[in-house]
């Protein structure tokens, strides 16, 4: 029987998980004492023995109504039964689709609906049923999400990755799977890895299906709303090919210097909005795999990440990283760690970070954009909560990438977590 606690002020709310065995259990007692006190009832109203016809007419009588009330007993413990094992599912996070709900497509329907195990309950995970992972928030986008479920089995998939991106940033995530064939782009002219990491590649081997840009050359002139990706489709021209070799500033660190803090011991990193995968290909030459997450906002950046021979993770930052404990020698984020809404969001993503990063490992902040001294005052309290040893801790101010010409403050630090017993 599991338990939760909730911080609150200086107290703690702790919360108990009923579960259905202890629920029976309580249910069986009541059910006892009920029936004790009938038969005691029937016990003390019986007559002389020498009544022997009222005896009998009183005790059908008796045995009538003990028999109702021990129907109306077992009544009620079968519908408190029903009760907690709604309520049991609802503690569980499943079941809150109603697939009972007019215009929901059929294939939805059989995706979310639930399995029974063929031998019954598994002995190892305690489970009965197989239920599909869908995300809690897809039931407030239930008519997107049956739109994207909305298909001919079989048949090719509609060109519809923009609904599923839409889904996605409004926290339905995991999507359910389909049973359709993605569209497949031929990829004719991709060069062989390391040779890849460099190259400019042919406007033909991306999908630009719901993009304001329809090539390469589109893109390189674009102006982001993001900071991470200023001119980094062009992997010729430009400033791309020369980040983190060559410093602009002092808070462009360059990767050998923080390789070298790793004493040797960097050998798998995650980039978190690693805009089009150039810090995963500086660390490739350098024997290093990074996995770099990313969504295709306004740009192909997982196929063009792909493209290079690198590993992109369509995750959005939303989402639990899908990694064990302790597994990174390296965390890379920069301003796209800053997800906006409330300080505990970045709280969540934080400890989330920390959860994945190995002890000793290192958690490279780089020109992190502070938009006000409060935001990097916040910030700064943040990362002091985790103990972190600080290698590297630089704020200073660039001009603003976007071309506005404004000075900005921006914050770069390489951080090593502890170990903590």
């Not at 007019?102 to 639930?114: D, M, R, S, T």
């Not at 489970?127 to 008519?143: L, N, P, Y």
């Not at 995530?173 to 590649?201: D, H, M, N, Q, T």
């Not at 299906?209 to 430009?238: A, P």
């Amino acid at each position: 029987m599991g338990s939760v606690s909730l911080k609150i002020g200086d107290g703690t709310a702790r919360f108990r998980r009923a579960t259905l065995c202890s629920s029976a259990l309580n249910i069986l007692m009541l059910f006892s004492v009920l029936t004790t006190n009938l038969f005691a009832l029937y016990a003390f109203t019986s007559s002389p023995k020498d009544h022997q016809n009222q005896l009998l007419h009183h005790t059908h009588k008796n045995i009538s109504l003990i028999s109702e009330q021990v129907s109306l007993i077992l009544g009620e413990i079968a519908a408190s039964q029903r009760k907690l094992a709604k309520m049991e599912k609802e503690l569980l996070g499943y079941e809150s689709f109603d697939l009972s709900r007019p215009n929901l497509a059929n294939e939805l329907k059989l995706f979310l609906h639930h399995h029974q195990l063929p031998l019954g309950k598994d002995s190892k995970s305690g489970i009965t049923e197989m239920v599909a992972s869908v995300g809690h928030s897809c039931e407030k986008s239930v008519d997107f999400l049956s739109q994207y479920m909305t298909y001919k089995v079989s048949e090719p998939c509609p060109d519809d990755w923009s609904v599923a991106q839409k889904l996605i940033l409004r926290g339905c995530e995991p999507l359910p799977r389909r049973r359709c064939f993605a569209k497949s782009i031929p990829k004719v002219g991709l060069f062989p890895f390391p040779i890849s990491l460099w190259k400019p590649f042919s406007d033909k081997i991306v999908s630009w299906s719901g993009l304001g840009c329809k090539n390469f050359e589109c893109l390189n002139n674009k102006k982001f709303s993001t900071r991470d990706c200023v001119g980094c489709f062009d992997l010729v021209n430009g400033y791309e090919n020369q980040r983190f070799v060559k410093a602009r500033s002092k808070n462009d660190f360059l990767v050998d210097d923080v390789l070298a803090l790793g004493n040797g011991g960097i050998r798998i990193g995650f980039d978190i909005g690693g805009g089009s995968g150039t810090f995963a290909a500086r660390m490739a030459e350098r024997k290093v795999t990074v996995i770099t997450n990313t969504l295709n906002i306004d740009a192909p950046y997982s196929e063009f990440i792909a493209a290079r021979g690198l590993f992109p993770l369509y995750l959005s930052l939303d989402h639990r990283f899908p990694f064990y404990d302790n597994v990174f020698d390296l965390v890379h984020a920069s301003s796209g760690l800053d997800i906006g809404a409330k300080p505990e969001k970045l709280e969540f993503l934080m400890f989330d970070i920390d959860r994945i990063l190995r002890a000793g490992g290192l958690f490279w902040l780089d020109n992190f954009y502070c938009a006000t001294d409060e935001k990097k005052r916040e910030l700064t309290r943040l990362i002091e909560r985790f103990g972190y040893k600080k290698m590297k801790w630089v704020v200073g101010e660039k001009v603003d990438a976007v071309g506005s010409g404004k000075l900005e403050i921006y914050l770069s630090a390489v951080l090593q977590k502890p170990v903590r017993v």
